[in-house]
């Protein structure tokens, strides 16, 4: 079974920071690129922070200078820094994976996966 876990959201007041993260837990054999999406209520899910496996970055235009994604692939692991919060960032926080190959075999390949989400809310 593989699976994304997230951790880090909570509550936060507007400046602040927090750093959300997403393990890929399972025996993973391999991780395509790995990214953050957002959803706040009435609205749709956009996409935040993407990383490819040779760690290019994309950004939501509304995130950029003030978000920043990174990934350990050792520790299967992908991080959102999220800086200078504002009151529009207040949303659940999904992560997402592409392409991930399970190591047990037969090998099974999941064109993608999501995270459970975890909820972020920013406050003046």
């Known amino acids: 079974q593989v699976r994304l876990v997230e951790s880090g959201g909570g509550a936060a007041q507007a400046g602040d920071s927090l750093r959300l993260s997403c393990l890929a837990d399972g025996n993973i054999a391999r991780i395509g690129a790995m990214g953050w999406y957002r959803q706040s209520p009435g609205s749709l899910r956009e996409k935040v922070a993407r990383?490819?496996?040779?760690?290019?970055?994309d950004y939501g235009d509304s995130v950029k200078g003030r978000f920043t994604i990174t990934r350990a692939d050792h520790k299967r692991t992908v991080y959102l820094q999220m800086n200078s919060l504002e009151l529009q960032d207040t949303a659940v926080y999904y992560c997402?994976?592409?392409?991930?190959?399970?190591?047990?075999?037969?090998?099974?390949?999941?064109?993608?996966?999501w995270g459970q989400g975890t909820l972020v809310t920013v406050s003046s």
């Open positions: 997402h994976a592409e392409e991930i190959t399970s190591a047990t075999m037969p090998r099974t390949m999941y064109p993608e996966l």
């Open positions: 990383i490819t496996n040779e760690g290019i970055v």
